[in-house]
């Protein structure tokens, strides 16, 4: 698109070629975040059980309870974020929830020698998360959005 038209866009329409791939970065980046959380609940929820022995082998109390808890967190502010409705409050949900979690579940430090690296990867994988995470709630979902904001 050339200047002249370009500016006629942005006139028209009130959106920069920069506006448009920032909405579609945004709406690609959410899709991708929720996806694997939308995923792990609903694994959760066909194997429940063992959800359950897991969260019950790290000493936590009412295994079930917080099973449940993961399930609602995982696929409900999964959701929320794919869809863009709420994506702030979901986001915030996942920052805590990853706080809570990944000291738990990926404490590389106390892993035996052969779980080390694969710790340690999910620690940073959780950490980089948070950190998609933070940005969603600075920034919001995008145009491409139930929020639109």
Known sequence: MDTYHRNVHVAAYG???ADVQKD???????????GMFVFSGYG???????????IASKGLPMPEV???????????AGLAILFGWKARW????????????TPI???????????????KINFMKNVSI???MMLLFAFGP????????
Request: charged share 10%.
């Open 66 to 76: 917080l099973a449940a808890i993961a399930i609602l967190i995982e696929v409900g």
């Open 15 to 17: 959106e920069t070629h």
């Open 44 to 54: 959760k929820i066909v194997g429940f059980a063992g959800t359950v022995g897991n």
């Open 105 to 119: 579940f990926h404490n590389f430090w106390a892993s035996a020698p052969e779980q080390l690296a694969a710790q």
């Open 130 to 132: 948070f950190g998609g």
């Open 90 to 101: 979901a986001a915030l949900a996942f920052i805590v929830f990853l706080i809570v979690i």
């Open 142 to 149: 995008g145009r491409y959005s139930v929020d639109r904001g």
């Open 24 to 34: 579609w970065a945004a709406l690609l980046g959410r899709v991708l975040l929720a």
